[in-house]
T-cell receptor, first 110, second 114 residues
Framework: EDQVTQSPEALRLQEGESSSLNCSYT??????LFWYRQDPGKGPEFLFT?????EEKEKERLKATLTKKESFLHITAPKPEDSATYLC???????????WGAGTKLIIKP | SAVISQKPSRDICQRGTSLTIQCQVD?????MFWYRQQPGQSLTLIAT?????????ESGFVIDKFPISRPNLTFSTLTVSNMSPEDSSIYLC???????????FGSGTRLTVV
């Protein structure tokens, strides 16, 4: 069964303290691995799509990487405005529906 | 990438009533998805709506409770019928995959049933 697991459930960091969020996946024939940011009361906001192992993408303080089993979202020197829930999702070649992880709630303290 | 306008943004409804949520997309898209997100949880797919065909519902969701319309390639509605407090959630529409940005989401409808 296709599955996406995110860890940790919650992460509290001091401003400037770098860390990584993990997304493990078991998907038959990965089509794409997606990272989204979601602020309270809002819809998910697209961050990255990764398609193949070894691929990396960056945007400001965020960097996403992909292996054959997992993806990492690295956050470098985070700021309080980076506080949000980060969601990971995968799509397979069998269908277009996304398989979602439970999310990681990131809190950056000033 | 597509831009989605979702309405209403929030509503408080009496139990036993129905609410229809609308999603308008600024470009033609083949697939639209409807999700439910309960407080503190991730997204759960309700159904996939393709224009010109019946929506495909996920396990645990039925058409009588969540009827969906998809009259054209830019618009869809989800109705939450005969509501109970357990239906209190955020409901989201999404389209994709489109271009390099994958799947785009509406801003969500926060529904409270009292």
């Amino acid at each position: 069964e296709d599955q996406v697991t995110q860890s940790p459930e919650a992460l509290r960091l001091q401003e400037g303290e770098s860390s990584s969020l993990n997304c493990s996946y078991t998907v038959s024939g990965l089509r794409g691995l997606f990272w989204y940011r979601q602020d309270p009361g809002k819809g998910p906001e697209f961050l990255f799509t990764l398609y193949s192992a070894g691929e990396e993408k960056e945007k400001e303080r965020l960097k996403a990487t992909l292996t054959k089993k997992e993806s990492f979202l690295h956050i470098t020197a985070p700021k309080p405005e980076d506080s949000a829930t980060y969601l990971c999702a995968a799509s397979s070649r069998m269908h277009y529906q996304l398989i979602w992880g439970a999310g990681t709630k990131l809190i950056i303290k000033p | 990438s597509a831009v989605i306008s979702q309405k209403p943004s929030r509503d408080i409804c009496q139990r036993g009533t129905s609410l229809t949520i609308q999603c308008q997309v600024d470009s033609q898209v083949t697939m639209m998805f409807w999700y439910r997100q309960q407080p503190g949880q991730s997204l759960t797919l309700i159904a996939t709506a393709n224009q010109g065909s019946e929506a495909t519902y996920e396990s645990g969701f039925v058409i009588d409770k969540f009827p969906i319309s998809r009259p054209n390639l830019t618009f869809s509605t989800l109705t939450v019928s005969n509501m109970s407090p357990e239906d209190s959630s955020i409901y989201l529409c999404s389209v994709g995959p489109t271009g390099i940005r994958g799947y785009t989401f509406g801003s969500g409808t926060r529904l409270t049933v009292v």
